[in-house]
C-alpha cells in the first residue's frame, strides 16, 4: 500500500517520530478498520478505512485534521501499521507471564481463533514450523 505520498514530508517525518516514540495506543485492526489513540500534547484518535488495499477514509481529532489535511497522528498510525512490532516494546504486559499461565487447551483455541482472524500470522506461523520440524 503506497501511503507516504498522501503526506507532507515534515509531516511525515513527525509521523514517525510518534510511532518510534510509541505514542500510538490502543491500536486496533478489525478487518478493513484501524483506530488507535495518539498520544502527544494531547490525546487524538485516528480511524483509517481501508478498501481493496488502499485508504479510503483518515479521520483524526486533532485541530489540524479538521481542515481535510492528513496529519502526523495518521502518519504514527500507518507507520504501526506497516510495522506492528513497535506497539509491544511500549507494553508493561509480561507476555511470557501470561502465556506461561494459560493452559494447553485455552493455548490451543486462542492460536486458532488468531491464525483464523490473521493470515499473514498463519504463513509465519507455518513457515516456522516447518523450518523447526522439517516438514
Known sequence: MMWKNLFRSHILDRGYEYYRDGAEKNFLRNDNLISADVVGNE???VT????????????CSCPYATDD??????????????NPSNS????????DK???????KEMKGLLIEIFNQDENLLNKFLLSITKDFNF
Open 98 to 104: 501470561l502465556v506461561s499461565n494459560l493452559s494447553k
Open 48 to 59: 483509517i478505512e481501508i478498501k481493496n488495499g488502499e485508504i479510503d477514509y483518515m479521520y
Open 43 to 45: 490525546d487524538y484518535e
Open 69 to 82: 489535511n492528513n496529519c502526523k497522528h495518521m502518519a504514527a498510525v500507518l507507520f504501526e501499521l506497516e
Open 88 to 95: 509491544t516494546k511500549e507494553s508493561n504486559v509480561d507476555l
